[in-house]
C-alpha cells in the first residue's frame, strides 16, 4: 500500500489538528513506499512535503452530495485557477452509500477533477517539484 491516510491528533485546548512533523514523515519514507499522505483536517487547508512525501489535510465538509459540492465551491473562492489547487475531498464512510459518492460525483463537473490516488500524489509532487518546495 502506498497511499496513506492516517489519524493525527488534536492540540489538547481543541484548536484544531496538529501537523506531523519532519520526524514522522521521514519515518514513513524510511519504512514504507508511500507515495504521499493524507492527514485528518477536516478543513483542507494543509498543504505540504515533509522528507520528500506529499501531506495534505482532507477536506471533509458535512451534509450529502449537494451540500458537499456547495461547501467545496466556498472553499475555492478565492482560487484564480492559474495554478493547480489540490484538495483532498474525504467522504464519510458511515454515512454515504455508493449512490451518494456517485451523485457528489456527478455535481463535481468543470473546475473539479476526479482522479485516483495515485495520480493525485504524482500530481501534487510534481508541483511541489515545479515550485521547489522541498
Known sequence: MDLVYAYNYRNPEN????????RIAGSY???????????SWESGDLQTRLAGIPLIG???????AQEYRDTLLKHIEGWDGKSP???AGAINAWNWTPADVAELGAL???????VRGDTFFK???????????H
Open 108 to 114: 463535481l463537473t468543470d473546475p473539479f477533477e476526479i
Open 123 to 133: 500530481l501534487l509532487n510534481d508541483d511541489f517539484e515545479r515550485r521547489g518546495t
Open 15 to 22: 484548536t484544531g489538528w496538529v501537523a506531523f512533523d519532519e
Open 58 to 64: 482532507n477536506f471533509s465538509p458535512q451534509g450529502k
Open 29 to 39: 519514507r524510511k519504512n514504507t513506499p508511500v507515495r504521499g499522505i493524507i492527514q
Open 85 to 87: 489547487l489540490f484538495i
